[in-house]
Nanobody, 116 residues
Framework: VQLQASGGGLVQPGGSLRLSCTAS??????????MGWYRQTPGNQRELVAR???????YYASPVKGRFTISRDNALSTVYLQLNSMKPEDTAVYYC?????????WGKGTLVTVSS
């Protein structure tokens, strides 16, 4: 399975971005997978940002709760992350993750920079 993330870029504080991640997996596989977004800054461990279950249940890390929204389109094998009210501390490389029956797949990451 390959994951292709896109949508990163430079945004001013308070701005918005939408990240997308499309999986090469079939719809049947994608629809049953746990999908997540993680982020990593230099010198730090990769951290979970948000996760969405096959049934649409969501989890958000405290720093992004109320500002970010994760969603999925099983017909397109795509997961999204809407980033609103962005802060400089949201600057990181964002990675897409697929957890399919405890096997993890990672995308290459997309850089998000929040700066004026």
């Amino acid at each position: 399975v390959q994951l292709q993330a896109s949508g990163g870029g430079l945004v001013q504080p308070g701005g918005s971005l939408r990240l997308s991640c499309t999986a090469s997996a079939s719809r049947n596989i994608f629809s049953t997978a746990l999908m997540g977004w993680y982020r990593q800054t230099p010198g730090n461990q990769r951290e979970l940002v948000a996760r969405i279950t096959a049934g649409g249940g969501t989890y958000y890390a405290s720093p992004v709760k109320g500002r970010f929204t994760i969603s999925r389109d099983n017909a397109l094998s795509t997961v999204y992350l809407q980033l609103n009210s962005m802060k400089p501390e949201d600057t990181a490389v964002y990675y897409c993750n697929m957890d399919y029956f405890l096997t993890n797949y990672w995308g290459k990451g997309t850089l998000v920079t929040v700066s004026s």
